[in-house]
């Protein structure tokens, strides 16, 4: 197994700001991890406190691993039971489809020509959700035919958008370009 060297976005500490469900807005570092739903908050060099999701409305991070904004909400899902508890999922996407996502890792094992055998590396893994006007949230399978089937009528035309700048599906910023595309139409 190798040794991961990368860093990734929820390790790092962010510039930002939180709303809370009392309705005060913190504004300092934000360290976010979505696995755990606890966001980690600092002003100045205090102490860092944390913060559940049930505590939160929203969040708002200044990704300098991306260099863009980015928004987390804290919504009722029902993750294992049909109990629904607050989860944070980042919006990616708002519209006739609205596009959220959770981030997760995950040891993933892959074999290469290379090398005798396989190994284990691991990966962040994007998982998608689509918000209903009722509120729901269902796990969205990101594969081509089965997003151009919940576009309708219209996806002829996103086929074809989709073509003319070589967009992919399984790609997390081709996605969003799609959805916002077919919002647009």
């Known amino acids: 197994m190798q040794a991961n060297a990368q860093e990734w976005a929820f390790e790092l500490w962010h510039e930002g700001k939180i709303v809370l469900e009392s309705g005060d807005t913190l504004r300092g570092q934000?360290?976010?991890?979505?696995?755990?739903?606890?966001?980690?908050?600092?002003?100045?060099?205090?102490?860092?406190?944390?913060?559940?999701?049930?505590?939160?409305?929203?969040?708002?991070?200044?990704?300098?691993?991306?260099?863009?904004?980015?928004?987390?909400?804290?919504?009722?899902y029902a993750t294992n039971t049909d109990y629904k508890a607050p989860v944070f999922f980042e919006l990616l996407a708002e519209g006739d489809l609205t596009l959220l996502c959770r981030e997760a890792l995950e040891y993933r094992t892959y074999s290469s020509p290379y090398m005798v055998g396989s190994y284990t590396r691991l990966v962040l893994v994007n998982n998608y959700f689509l918000l209903k006007e009722n509120g729901s949230i269902d796990p969205l399978e990101v594969k081509k035919s089965d997003l151009l089937n919940l576009m309708g009528r219209k996806s002829d035309k996103v086929e074809d958008y989709m073509k003319d700048n070589r967009l992919k599906v399984d790609d997390k910023y081709d996605l969003v370009q799609i959805i916002k595309f077919y919002n647009n139409l």
């Open 30 to 76: 934000i360290k976010y991890d979505l696995q755990q739903d606890l966001l980690q908050y600092k002003q100045g060099q205090s102490i860092a406190q944390a913060l559940t999701a049930r505590k939160v409305l929203y969040f708002e991070i200044f990704d300098n691993t991306i260099r863009k904004y980015r928004q987390f909400f804290s919504l009722p």
